[in-house]
């Protein structure tokens, strides 16, 4: 049973015993003692003060002598007006610290066969460019979040939905075929999604050309766009895309899988996958026969020009185009297509979409249609809504080809870690060195990204997110790598990692602080989960990591000369390390075993 838990059951009670009334145990407001006072946890008492008829002082004093009678696991009290902060005895912690030594997951819990499903969203690319580190910010969140789900119980669907159809696409195909002769990644040298981004700033560039031509003859901004040759064959690409026009669709298979190649190479180096993959080119028809299902059943309407709308005014919001006057379906359409699709291939109980808070109001439209539907989780989908990430020099702008490409970036975050770390990797095997650099350079990267509040704005300093000192990914991973280092020449000197401790040690402040913080993992997890917070993981595997590099500056633990302390201090490392690792898993972050 967890300390909070004994505790709360205590406190039970000692309320019972004190004035004769029956309180629920979740009524027991524990939590962690502030640093400034004495003690690990602190009782709420001003709940009882009704009860007790007595002054919150006078009621907390009650209830404290009360546990250090009846409960061994309470060595001490002390109040702080309505509050009862309690010290948690020496032994109670070592026994904390070997449940947690006996877990090779502590904190994760194990999903079980009739679990609930939840299905997560993310990634979303469009297939006429690359994925860039807007993407980015996106694929880290969905696959943090994903394993945070997993790790509360649930199964989970990893789930990709690509945008693979419309006048985007459109564009990278026609310039490829104007000024392409021929280009393949095979004769290039270059990754499919990267050449086929090329095309995609090809198409922009010619554009304006030809716009700054009609204007130049006369013409207004708005009319050289109506006359501009190259976007109205775009368009007419486009038309014969959707009549299924033999040659249409062969160019744009052949580019799509260009593409699908390069963002599989970007997954694969990032550490995410998919287990299940949708295109829009495929979801879009299912969503216009569900939007005219909804019109036959009277929740849509159509208006004279034939287009089909959603009237949401009822719900506070407007009206919703579902359909085009010509029949064609808009991204709504889309999205209500590809929900019906999964709700067929899996039995969903909650849908995460990882999309970026400029939709906002869309995923809450969708949301009331997908209800009105049928389906079961529609009113309640989450839209795990994230703020946009920029550089230190302004925007991203993917027509104009100044978006920072995901895998320049990975490059550039491995050699950096490379170039600071060239002295303590100089003694390594080459191959031992790379590897060092690219698990550093990675995590580096992601934990910048994911270290943040997810609905805020970000700015991406690839300098700053290398620093091996403050809250950083290298800073942590190197704790670790530390406590394998301490662990290995443990081992080294014949001293194996105990399973068993001496109960007669005496613990320092700091020591029980620790296996309290380690303790808490479990609790963090929970409500990471709750809240689809991945920042706090980050942020918790970073106070660890403060805490425990005071500690080691400040305790021996190999040179310890008392053996019973010696053991306690190389299994309360061991288990730091192992949180450590369990934490950053989560996130997506390797931890290396040498620095």
Known sequence: MKIEQRIAASVVMAVKELYGED?????????????????????????????????????????????????????GYNVIKGFLNLTVSAGCWIDVLEDINAQEKY???????????????????????????????????????????????????????????????????????????????????KKGDHLVGDYYVAFDKHYKAELEQLMASGM??????QHSALMQEAREMLVKWEAGDPQVRALWNMMNEWVYAGFDETYKRLGVSFDKIYYESQTYLEGKRQVLNGLDKGIFYRREDCSVWADLKPEGLDEKLLLRSDG???????????????????????????????????????SILLDKL?????????????????????????????????????????????????????????????????????????????????????????KESIDFNGNTGPFIQYAYARIQSVLRKAAETGLAKPEKLDRSISLTTKEEGLIQMIADFENVVRQAGTDYNPAAIANYAYDLVKEYNQFYHDYSILREQNAGLRDFRLMLSANIGKIISLAMGLLGIEVPERM
């Open 23 to 75: 309180i629920a145990e979740k009524d027991v407001q524990l939590q962690k003692t502030k640093k400034e006072f004495e003690g690990h946890l602190t009782l709420v008492v001003f709940p009882f003060v009704r009860i007790s008829r007595k002054s919150p002082e006078d009621t907390g004093r009650q209830i404290g002598e009360c546990l250090m009678s009846a409960e061994p696991a309470i060595s």
């Open 107 to 189: 904190g994760i819990k194990k999903p079980g066969k009739d679990a609930p499903l939840v299905m997560v969203e993310y990634s979303s690319p469009n297939t006429n460019k690359p994925l860039h580190l807007g993407h980015m910010r996106n694929i880290l969140l969905g696959w943090a979040v994903s394993n945070i789900m997993e790790a509360n119980g649930n199964r989970v669907v990893r789930t990709n939905i690509v945008n693979d159809r419309g006048i985007h696409i459109c564009k990278s195909m026609l310039a490829w075929q104007k000024y392409g002769n021929g280009e393949t990644p095979a004769s290039s040298g």
């Open 220 to 225: 207004t901004k708005e009319e050289a766009e």
């Open 328 to 366: 064609t379906s808009v991204y709504m359409t889309q999205d209500i297509g590809t929900a019906e699709m999964r709700f067929k291939d899996y039995p969903i109980n909650k849908m995460i979409y990882v999309v970026g808070n400029e939709q906002n109001y869309h995923f809450q439209v969708l």
């Open 374 to 462: 049928g389906f079961e989780w529609g009113k309640d989908l989450v839209h795990f809504s994230y703020g946009m990430v920029e550089l230190p020099e302004g925007k991203m702008k993917s027509r104009e080809g100044t978006v920072v490409d995901a895998d320049d970036l990975m490059d550039k975050m491995i050699e950096t870690a490379k170039d600071s770390s060239s002295e303590k990797l100089a003694s390594y095997e080459p191959d031992e060195a790379a590897e060092i650099s690219r698990i550093v350079g990675l995590g580096a990267l992601k934990y910048f990204i994911l270290k943040v509040d997810a609905t805020k704005n970000m700015t991406f300093n690839p």
